[in-house]
């Protein structure tokens, strides 16, 4: 591993430490944590939203973070059904992510931002937002045009949904390559990044477990099955059998194969059963928060201290289904989808071992500008420095922490009329009543969080 230049890291340090005393955002970045603004967003995801929360965010989309923290605010909004606000802020989170995706070159505040992630840490860095967390916005936006009556809109979030899930796979298969070609020219790693990759396997061994649930990280088969029910309900049969498919491929279940099957025989409804579907989709827990974590790799310069993000595996839960009751009997349960926590546990330790190498180089630079300082200033010099380097050397800690914790779904053939459905996960219950007429499809969304329920219903009638 290539050392940090004594001149380069001196400098560096001091650059930080007079940035981190002129600059607001690089002082927000420095001092706060996003894991105190994120306890409180998880707190109302059921109950009302204080107007004070909604000002918070308010106050930081001009800041680095703006699309996270529209993101957290989106998804707010939507579980409280104000869904044309919630369209509007992930419209304007969507347009952060854009610009950020189109600029052609790379800007002096983001080339300063990264130099001073260097000597400080990786949450004055802009927040790069996660495949997994774009490909679920886009998906809540389309809930948010089907509760808008605009079932062509909501279908332009599907497909962008699944064009970012396609495009990362045939990165993620590019790079594949790329390995097998290095391995096949034994081009072995240096021994430094061996120890360093050998000590996050080892710090990651009890996440392992959880990691290991799902195929990839950037697919999630919640986002296939919503599209699919869509395009059925649209009367798209030929779409909806390929992303059932997709579906089935990521979460083989035996009720998804069932919609597999039914699509792939090509049966036509009957009219004689006058039954119509409605699909529940429930959405269970909150994701796991990041945890601060440090971990000591061996450099030339001897252990170095490398602060990291992780999850507990304590406060990681297993999906429990949902039992459903329609007109007081017992009828069925949810089937799994997507287990996002599973997903955010397989994307950070992706990131963790990508980014070591920075956050190496980071530790190194500190250590370095720490000895020329006290050469420098002596021994209070030192002390300062060390001070510095402690306070500015915690993880990043930021994510989309109002997601689900899981993902599931039901699917019902109801006849005609009205019919009281009643929803239940040990001592939380909830308890709805729908409408179901010919030639329509019900999207019933339940959303449990914090030992509470709440639930909305939508309806799309088939295209004539």
Request: net charge neutral.
């Amino acid at each position: 591993m290539k050392l940090v230049n004594t001149k380069s890291a001196y400098l560096l340090l001091t650059l930080s430490i007079a940035t981190l005393t002129t600059l607001p955002q690089a002082q927000a970045g420095f001092f706060k944590s996003y894991s105190d603004d994120a306890q409180n967003f998880r707190s109302v995801v059921i109950p009302p939203v204080p107007d004070a929360i909604y000002k918070s965010i308010d106050d930081q989309v001009k800041s680095k973070d703006a699309a996270l923290y529209l993101l957290e605010k989106a998804r707010l909004q939507q579980s409280h059904r104000q869904y044309a606000e919630s369209k509007k802020s992930f419209d304007d989170a969507f347009a952060i992510l854009d610009a950020k995706n189109q600029k052609a070159t790379v800007s002096l505040s983001a080339v300063g931002s990264k130099a001073l992630s260097l000597v400080s840490n990786d949450s004055v860095v802009p927040y790069n937002i996660p495949s997994y967390e774009q490909v679920l916005a886009h998906i809540y936006q389309a809930l948010n045009y089907i509760a808008l009556n605009d079932t062509e809109g909501a279908g332009v979030e599907m497909r962008i949904a699944q064009r970012i899930q396609r495009e990362i796979e045939l990165a993620h298969s590019k790079e594949t390559e790329k390995g097998v070609a290095a391995a096949t020219k034994n081009e072995d790693k240096p021994a430094s990044t061996e120890q360093e990759s050998a000590a996050v396997d080892s710090a990651f061994a009890g996440l392992d477990p959880i990691a290991g649930k799902i195929k990839n990280s950037y697919q999630n088969a919640y986002a296939f099955y919503m599209a699919a029910t869509l395009w059925e309900a649209l009367g798209e049969r030929n779409d909806a059998l390929v992303d059932f498919k997709k579906a089935y491929e990521l979460q083989p279940d035996a009720n998804i194969k069932l919609d597999v099957k039914r699509l792939d025989a090509d049966n036509k409804p009957s009219a004689k059963a006058q039954k119509f579907p409605v699909v529940i989709f429930f959405e269970q827990g909150l994701v796991p928060q990041k945890i601060p974590a440090t971990l000591a790799i061996p450099t030339f310069n001897g252990l170095i201290n490398v602060s990291y993000a992780r999850y507990d595996p304590a406060t990681y839960a297993i999906p429990s289904s949902l039992s459903i009751a329609v007109n007081g009997v017992q009828t069925s349960t949810t089937t799994p989808l997507s287990d996002i926590g599973v997903l955010a546990v397989k994307t950070l330790k992706e990131k963790t071992v990508s980014n070591l190498t920075t956050q190496v180089a980071r530790s190194t630079a500190k250590y370095i500008a720490q000895r020329e300082i006290g050469n420098h200033f002596g021994v209070f010099g030192q002390l300062a420095t060390n001070l510095y380097n402690t306070a500015s050397e915690k993880p990043d800690l930021r994510a989309w922490t109002t997601l689900p914790s899981n993902t599931q779904v039901a699917r019902l053939m109801l006849p005609v009329g009205t019919h009281t459905i009643e929803l239940s996960n040990g001592s939380t219950r909830n308890t709805l009543s729908i409408d179901v007429k010919a030639n329509q499809t019900i999207f019933i969304h339940n959303i449990e969080a914090n030992q509470q329920m709440s639930a909305d219903t939508f309806t799309v009638p088939k295209k004539s």
